[in-house]
């Protein structure tokens, strides 16, 4: 894609957004005409003042003439103004409509694409689409077009009124042509590089800056405030010389413009006096060729500003239009298979995974899990347990295998049914900014506070909330700041029993907590397993009594299987070595 142009996905998404409003648009190119004809008609209008209406009054004191031309200017005036009002109503209302629908869209796509793209695409970035590239647009449908069409309206009708009154001295006033064009020519080149930079600066400022306020925590924790702020400055000081650069492209064009229009009126005006002193032309045609060119330079100030604006904006466009391209890993069923009732019967047919190509994490893994049984999986770091997870809930989809719910391949499911039927709980156990009770009700939207209620009372924490000071409706505020640690992932357990779900994915759940918060959680746990499929993934083996089944895991392999007790028992595997470290670290 060229400097300066708009490439094919921008252009699709601007003709999809603006399709819906064909007819409103057009409604708006003819309210433009309107006033535009009302505006270039004003110097006419006081040339034929000049040369037709006041003759008369020296003549025969009669004032008709130049007070019907005096009317005839107010009723222009009037019809501007009212063509101007309505215009900035209608193009305003149609702006909205366009802004509303682009965050509605990237908001949308943003939730249906896969962990995998959230992965790899910053939040800084995420925020960055939402704000600063929207806001370019916005810039753009509130001043750019409007202006773009009246400068080119305003262009082509006073060089067609200029040599209308007269060719010579019209001709004369184009003289200037071949430079504006230059200098415009060379003002869109250099301003098309200048501001695609400037977008990518203050996409690089938002970033740091989201991604350094989300892990507050972390930077004081490990004293990284002057780093951060180096980085900071850095990126800030790139988007001030970014910044800088357009704003001295802006400031060589405009004075330019000026510069050509003031040489330009002082030719007209020696040439126009010279032949009005001789007769060749009259008064009211050389004022009406000073008012014009005042009216022809102007545009050229907003045909510089709608370039700045263009520029962000088509930069602004194709960040989105890439975004909206971006199609998600774990796509829907063309034809989905319904589930009516699940079960929650889970398998891995020779399932293989890599997150890199030629890498795998579970090169080929077999396994059945029946339906409501307790299954806990323990191992080592990278053996493969919380990949296992992501591909039952479909976070990801294996690169070889099939995984099954109820024997039916998850590709199969609609992303509904699956996120009924399938519910996985981490130890980030997030918190949304709301009340106790919205946090819950997250899991089932359409459940009655009684429901919420229930929820909370069935796993202890009932207690704690009434206990909290407006109850239920106290706010969380910013991520569940206000609750432990223990009592966040009750609240997150409490959300997962409301939304009832067959299989049930407990990953490090309990990993952050305290031995007292673990205890209490354990107990809600049993309320929460019962009669579901659970897979735990758990490096804590208070955790794992509860399950009816262990899985040992290494490299992506199940290297022991079968009940806590019959593990122990063996007493050489690595569960029972696993189990034993523990007892000793206990006493």
Not at 282 to 309: C, D, H, K, W
Request: charge should be negative.
């Amino acid at each position: 894609m060229t400097a300066g142009t708009i490439g094919g996905g921008s252009q699709r998404l601007l003709r999809e957004l603006l399709t819906p409003y064909r007819r409103a648009i057009q409604l708006l190119v003819g309210i433009v005409l309107v006033e535009n004809a009302a505006r270039l008609a004003i110097p006419y209008l006081v040339k034929e003042g000049i040369d037709t209406g006041i003759p008369p009054i020296r003549e025969r004191d009669d004032l008709e003439p130049l007070l019907l031309i005096v009317g005839i200017v107010v009723v222009a005036l009037l019809a501007q103004a009212f063509a101007r009002q309505l215009f900035l109503v209608r193009s305003g209302q149609i702006g909205q409509d366009i802004l509303f629908e682009i965050r509605r869209r990237v908001f949308r796509h943003f939730q249906a694409l896969s962990p995998a793209f959230h992965d790899a695409y910053t939040s800084g970035r995420v925020i960055s689409r939402q704000t600063s590239d929207v806001d370019a647009i916005y810039e753009m449908l509130e001043t750019g077009f409007d202006g773009l069409v009246t400068a080119a309206l305003t262009l082509v009708g006073t060089a067609g009124l200029l040599l209308f009154l007269d060719v010579k001295l019209g001709l004369v006033a184009l003289l200037c042509g071949p430079f504006l064009v230059w200098l415009t020519a060379w003002f869109r080149r250099e301003s098309a590089t200048s501001y695609r930079v400037t977008r990518e600066k203050v996409a690089l400022v938002i970033v740091h800056f989201v991604e350094s306020m989300g892990g507050i925590r972390a930077v004081q924790a490990f004293r990284r405030e002057p780093r951060n702020q180096e980085i900071f400055d850095d990126v800030n000081d790139q988007y001030r010389a970014a910044n800088l650069v357009a704003f001295r492209l802006v400031a060589w064009f405009m004075p330019g413009v000026r510069l050509i229009g003031n040489v330009t009126i002082a030719v007209v005006l020696l040439y126009g006096g010279y032949r009005a002193y001789h007769g060749d032309v009259t008064v009211g045609v050389l004022a009406a060729f000073l008012l014009y060119l005042r009216q022809f330079f102007e545009p050229m100030m907003e045909i510089s500003q709608f370039y700045n604006t263009f520029q962000s904006a088509s930069a602004a466009l194709d960040k989105l239009a890439g975004v909206l391209a971006e199609e998600p890993s774990v796509p829907e069923p063309a034809t989905p298979h319904r589930l009516e009732h699940v079960r929650g019967a889970v398998t891995f047919e020779h399932v293989g995974f890599s997150y890199v190509d030629n890498r795998p994490v579970l090169p080929d893994l077999d396994l059945v899990v029946p339906a409501g049984q307790t299954v806990a999986l323990v191992g080592t770091t990278g053996a493969g347990k919380t990949t296992l997870a992501k591909l039952a809930t479909r976070f990801y989809d294996p690169t070889a295998g099939r995984v099954l719910l109820d024997g039916v391949d998850l590709r199969d499911l609609t992303s509904d049914d699956l996120r009924r039927s399938v519910v996985m709980v981490t130890q980030e156990n997030y918190l949304f900014s709301g009340t106790i009770a919205d946090n819950i009700r997250f899991g089932r939207p359409t459940a009655s506070m009684d429901e919420v209620v229930e929820a909370a009372r069935s796993l202890g924490a009932h207690d704690f909330i009434t206990a909290m000071p407006e109850g239920y409706e106290t706010d969380v505020a910013n991520s569940g700041g206000r609750l432990s640690a223990g009592q966040r992932q009750l609240v997150a357990f409490a959300r997962a029993f409301l939304a009832d779900p067959a299989v049930l994915i407990l990953d490090e759940a309990t990993s952050s907590l305290d031995v007292p918060s673990e205890r209490l959680v354990q107990r809600a746990l049993r309320t929460v397993l019962a009669g579901r499929t659970a897979v735990i993934i758990a490096h804590r083996l208070s955790t794992v009594e509860i399950a009816d089944r262990v899985l040992v895991m290494e490299h992506g392999r199940v290297v022991e299987d079968g009940s806590p007790a019959e593990l122990i028992e063996g007493g050489d595997g690595r569960f029972a070595g696993l189990h034993q470290a523990w007892l000793d670290s206990l006493a």
